[in-house]
């Protein structure tokens, strides 16, 4: 503790040392960088090469699927400042693509991020608001998009009502537009219907739970009353053994289960361990990040390297 006539030599000490901490974490993050650049695996995905880990969207649209509190307090982080800095982080860490939404908020902010020098690949999301389909993917296409593919959540309402093939037709939109078509759904047998009927399909967006459950079923599973999404890890197997069993490639997301096995880094290196167990060689992850409160960006792509290294071994 110091004393009271030598605390201005402490303030500058502890500021000295302030800085050379600074400094010193500044050039651990940087030799970190770049171990992660040389490290991240890259995979074909068509004409292109995307890293196997891909940093998800949610987060910059506000969608926590934790609370409504959690969604608004990445509403209000996530500025176009923040957004295009998490970008930037990701492609200087080797993440190479970017998955969103392709609405006017994230097509405009793309644009911007682009404007400024970067060079993220990206794979679109259709975005269900909108009612003209096939403009948004036109929209998307022109935009740049290396892949497009139909909104699980629309998939599967689709899938509910006994209405899939109109789903299908908007598969040909994509493919008439020239990108890679996808897939998108949370539940296991779309993916076994797609692939029964052998579908045009370039790759599938498989989420690792199935939050289209009516709350009825949901509450049945879980023993309790659930009135918002239930997280139920059993889903994890039903939904990889169709990643193992397809041949087309798979972009897996909820790996974390929005971050409900984000306790401790061990958690999240046992949920990726589990996903790349069944990842084929050119099935890649998908993670959404919200760096407010610690740097998520390069311990993403440590957990991430590590586990595809653990599979390739």
């Given amino acids: 503790m110091c004393r009271a006539e030598d605390r201005p030599a402490c303030y500058h000490l502890a500021m000295v040392?302030?800085?050379?901490?600074?400094?010193?974490?500044?050039?651990?993050?940087?030799?970190?960088?770049?171990?992660?650049?040389s490290e991240m695996p890259l995979v074909p995905f068509g004409d292109h090469r995307v890293s196997r880990l891909i940093v998800g969207g949610n987060p910059i649209s506000g969608t926590s699927h934790v609370s409504p509190e959690l969604s608004r307090e990445m509403v209000d982080y996530f500025s176009a400042a923040n957004a295009k800095r998490l970008?930037?982080?990701?492609?200087?860490?080797?993440?190479?693509?970017?998955?969103?939404?392709?609405?006017?908020?994230?097509?405009r902010l793309l644009n911007e991020y682009r404007l400024e020098g970067g060079h993220m690949q990206w794979i679109g999301q259709t975005a269900s608001e909108l009612a003209d389909t096939e403009r948004n993917i036109r929209e998307m296409?022109?935009?740049?998009?290396?892949g497009i593919y139909h909104h699980g959540s629309k998939t599967d309402r689709a899938w509910q009502a006994g209405k899939i093939e109109e789903v299908r037709e908007a598969l040909k939109v994509m493919r008439d537009a020239g990108v890679r078509v996808g897939l998108g759904t949370h539940i296991p047998e779309v993916i076994d219907h797609a692939e029964a009927k052998n579908w045009d399909v370039d790759f599938y967006m498989t989420c690792l739970y199935n939050l289209s459950r009516?709350?009825?079923?949901?509450?049945?599973?879980?023993?309790?009353?659930?009135?918002?999404?239930?997280?139920?890890?059993?889903?994890?197997?039903?939904?990889?053994?169709?990643?193992?069993?397809t041949s087309k490639q798979c972009l897996i997301f909820k790996v974390y289960g929005a971050s409900r096995h984000c306790g401790s880094r061990e958690r999240m290196r046992a949920a990726l361990r589990l996903v790349f167990d069944?990842?084929?060689?050119?099935?890649?992850?998908?993670?959404?990040?919200?760096?407010?409160?610690?740097?998520?960006?390069?311990?993403?792509?440590e957990l991430v390297v590590e586990a595809a290294r653990s599979k390739a071994s």
């Fill in 17 to 37: 040392r302030s800085r050379r901490e600074v400094l010193l974490a500044a050039a651990g993050a940087v030799t970190a960088t770049r171990a992660a650049v």
């Fill in 87 to 107: 970008l930037r982080n990701c492609e200087a860490a080797g993440i190479n693509t970017w998955q969103s939404r392709g609405d006017r908020h994230i097509l």
């Fill in 141 to 146: 296409a022109k935009a740049g998009a290396i």
């Fill in 214 to 245: 009516t709350k009825e079923e949901a509450s049945r599973l879980a023993g309790r009353p659930v009135e918002d999404e239930l997280f139920w890890d059993p889903d994890r197997e039903r939904m990889l053994e169709r990643v193992r069993r």
């Fill in 278 to 301: 069944s990842a084929k060689p050119r099935d890649c992850v998908v993670i959404g990040m919200f760096p407010k409160y610690k740097e998520q960006v390069r311990e993403n792509c």
